[in-house]
């Protein structure tokens, strides 16, 4: 039965089988959930696969069905093939997909130690003193970290990003799990552009209205409320949006030593949009709107680019 499955997914694919024994894994680039990313070799070309273990073909099918409706996107990783091996009882199934060239994901980037200073509270001041009002206090440490990116590439990166996401739901898919370990930062023709990476949770979506899904998708703090309880929209995906955007701003948001509840969680979030208040009060506005709890009251990303192209950002250097 699971030898005619598999007849079956090569026949009804929409991309194209691969030959498993052309196919050289080499080191792990990624992994969560039950998948790893390995940078691999077909033929000389090198290529990012993706294997997962035993799965639903039905769902495999749907993935990569979702992968080629996106493969003419500039901002979403493309998908060539897919592939499949025995191993000892089980089947073993691979997604061959662009190898793109970086350092890791955004927020591998986010965690780079150049991008962070320490300081420490020496009679009621911090020493050295933070060169923005970006700080994330880490307890194991007891250390203050400032995060010192130019708010230029913050911007560059969030306006890609914004770019990103707003191609991906013009193409009728929403993405139900946006967070910086899905977006790449990729230099493209001497342009860094953001790429949308990881589609196992992304869905077609023809009407823009709230659906039942059989699994809570998204990553807990930057998945929203209508995702906690089984539901999706392409609003859902706006509520990621505004937390990757508090992230990216910040360099980090979570705190470790607060329980991973829904409600603790949006109040991370919510404290981390205070020093983008002062500085960008547009900003943190847009972002406020992008994580209401209330999906209706979110805006659609067509409206996020219009409102982020209007912001100045030309006053403050923090």
């Known amino acids: 039965m699971v030898d005619l499955d598999l007849d079956q997914l090569k026949l009804n694919s929409p991309l194209p089988f691969i030959d498993p024994l052309s196919i050289t894994l080499d080191k792990v680039i990624g992994e969560g959930?039950?998948?790893?990313?390995?940078?691999?070799?077909?033929?000389?070309?090198?290529?990012?696969?993706?294997?997962?273990?035993?799965?639903?073909?039905?769902?495999?099918?749907?993935?990569?069905?979702?992968?080629?409706?996106?493969?003419?996107?500039?901002?979403?990783?493309k998908t060539f093939g897919f592939s499949f091996k025995k191993q000892n009882d089980n089947t073993i199934f691979m997604i061959i997909m662009e190898l793109l060239t970086c350092k890791g994901d955004l927020y591998d980037l986010l965690q780079e130690s150049s991008l962070w200073n320490s300081s420490r509270y020496?009679?009621?001041?911090?020493?050295?003193?933070?060169?923005?009002?970006?700080?994330?206090?880490?307890?194991?440490?007891?250390?203050?970290w400032c995060f010192d990116y130019p708010v230029d590439k913050k911007l560059e990166i969030i306006r890609s990003?914004?770019?990103?996401?707003?191609?991906?739901?013009?193409?009728?898919?929403?993405?139900?799990?946006?967070?910086?370990?899905?977006?790449?930062?990729?230099?493209?023709?001497?342009?860094?552009?953001?790429?949308?990476?990881?589609?196992?949770?992304?869905?077609?979506?023809?009407?823009?209205?709230?659906?039942?899904?059989?699994?809570?998708?998204?990553?807990?703090?930057?998945?929203?409320?209508?995702?906690?309880?089984y539901k999706l929209h392409y609003k859902s995906d706006v509520y990621s949006w505004g937390v990757s955007v508090v992230e990216i701003w910040n360099g980090d948001i979570w705190d470790i030593d607060n329980p991973e509840t829904y409600s603790s969680l949006r109040q991370n979030v919510l404290k981390k949009i205070k020093p983008i208040q002062k500085n960008h009060p547009e900003l943190a506005k847009l972002i406020k709107d992008s994580i209401n709890p209330?999906?209706?009251?979110?805006?659609?990303?067509?409206?996020?680019?219009?409102?982020?192209?209007?912001?100045?950002?030309?006053?403050?250097?923090?």
């Open 33 to 77: 959930g039950n998948a790893k990313v390995y940078k691999s070799k077909i033929k000389e070309k090198e290529y990012a696969v993706k294997v997962l273990g035993n799965m639903n073909i039905k769902d495999l099918i749907y993935e990569l069905k979702i992968a080629k409706q996106l493969n003419k996107s500039k901002q979403i990783i």
């Open 122 to 144: 020496y009679n009621g001041s911090l020493i050295p003193k933070p060169n923005t009002d970006y700080v994330f206090y880490n307890s194991d440490e007891s250390l203050y």
């Open 161 to 229: 990003f914004t770019d990103a996401l707003l191609e991906l739901h013009s193409n009728g898919i929403v993405h139900g799990d946006i967070k910086t370990n899905n977006l790449i930062l990729y230099n493209e023709n001497n342009r860094n552009i953001v790429k949308i990476i990881d589609l196992g949770m992304a869905t077609f979506q023809k009407e823009k209205k709230l659906i039942d899904i059989e699994y809570r998708c998204g990553t807990k703090g930057y998945r929203s409320k209508e995702q906690e309880y």
């Open 294 to 318: 209330n999906y209706e009251k979110r805006p659609y990303m067509e409206t996020i680019k219009k409102r982020l192209d209007q912001i100045n950002f030309n006053n403050d250097h923090k």
